[in-house]
């Protein structure tokens, strides 16, 4: 089959891609391998989303917005791209056993938080646990909450956590912490901010929501329980680059390079979202990224037309 715009991921980015896509008379498919809407579904209340006054899930909106994809004609396929190649200008995607043929190709496989991995991590994922201080820090007003991680993002976090927390605990697994000495020291100056050191979560507590954290100590092998209204986890973040990382130029953490445009280095494919390399991860901004993507795309469809009448031809 052929397809003006392939979209591979229905997460916002890719969602708001579609939306402008199909509404722009582009033929449009979008690939999802596992939920439409991506990890935001798993959010219970999305509040700093534009134009909802009151909380909305995030399986709601992303529900929202596939509805109105849909409604502008874009057709959503429930397979994981196996292989993405290119023939002159088309690009050809593999999926099911299957081979679809594009013009252009927009990339929204996103990215995903690195997981502890300990018991009850999955299950209070946003009942209390989360990744996301941005998104989620101001549900915790006045409240006790924990971050864990070291890095720049960690304690830049934690620091965010302060505006309403009441006190912002930081267990780190060792006795030094690896972010950038002035991120340090204003986190060290901060009175809401307490530091747990040479400590890991080896267990997280609750039955319907987070109630308290099970600590070991690394070098005393001492078990301490620490009760918490939040718990926010910063060991790093994984693009999903797995299709990319011969063809696309990423940078050092796998994440892709794009100009203003959302073009990537290969003509006529795109990222937008988390994938790209960005400043900030959120809904607003991957759905912008998707606009822009799709917008572009539109465009370089139309410069490139006679040439598509020879490479992307239906087989």
Not at 12 to 39: C, D, H, K, N
Not at 68 to 83: D, H, K, P, S, Y
Not at 132 to 158: H, L, P, Q, W
Request: one cysteine or more.
């Amino acid at each position: 089959m052929r397809y003006d715009v392939i979209i591979v991921g229905a997460g916002p980015a890719g969602l708001a891609a579609a939306i402008y896509s199909a509404r722009g008379g582009l033929t449009t498919a979008v690939f999802e391998r596992a939920m439409v809407g991506g990890q935001i579904t798993v959010t219970e209340d999305v509040e700093n989303y534009p134009g909802f006054e009151e909380p909305i899930s995030g399986f709601e909106l992303t529900a929202k917005m596939q509805a109105q994809a849909e409604r502008f004609g874009a057709v959503f396929i429930e397979e994981e791209i196996t292989a993405m190649g290119m023939e002159g200008l088309c690009k050809v995607i593999e999926a099911g056993g299957k081979y679809y043929r594009a013009k252009s190709v927009i990339i929204c496989t996103g990215a995903h938080p690195r997981r502890m991995n300990v018991p009850g991590e999955e299950r209070l994922t946003g009942r209390g646990v989360s990744y996301c201080a941005t998104c989620d820090g101001a549900f915790y007003r006045d409240k006790v909450v924990a971050v864990v991680g070291g890095g720049d993002s960690a304690i830049e976090e934690a620091m965010f956590l302060t505006r309403f927390a009441k006190k912002v605990i930081i267990i780190h697994r060792r006795d030094e912490l690896r972010a950038q000495k002035i991120i340090q020291e204003r986190a060290f100056r901060n009175p809401k901010i307490e530091f747990i050191w040479d400590t890991v979560v080896q267990k997280i507590h609750g039955e319907t929501r987070i109630e308290k954290l099970e600590l070991v100590n690394r070098k005393t092998t001492d078990i301490t329980m620490l009760p918490v209204d939040g718990f926010f986890i910063y060991i790093g973040i994984l693009p999903s680059n797995q299709l990319l990382e011969s063809r696309i130029n990423l940078d050092s953490a796998g994440f892709v390079y794009t100009d203003e445009f959302m073009h990537t280095n290969i003509p006529g494919i795109y990222a937008a979202g988390d994938i790209r390399y960005t400043p900030l991860r959120q809904v607003v901004t991957a759905t912008s990224d998707g606009a822009i993507a799709a917008w572009s795309a539109e465009k370089w469809i139309i410069e490139n037309e006679d040439a598509f009448e020879v490479d992307c031809v239906e087989q």
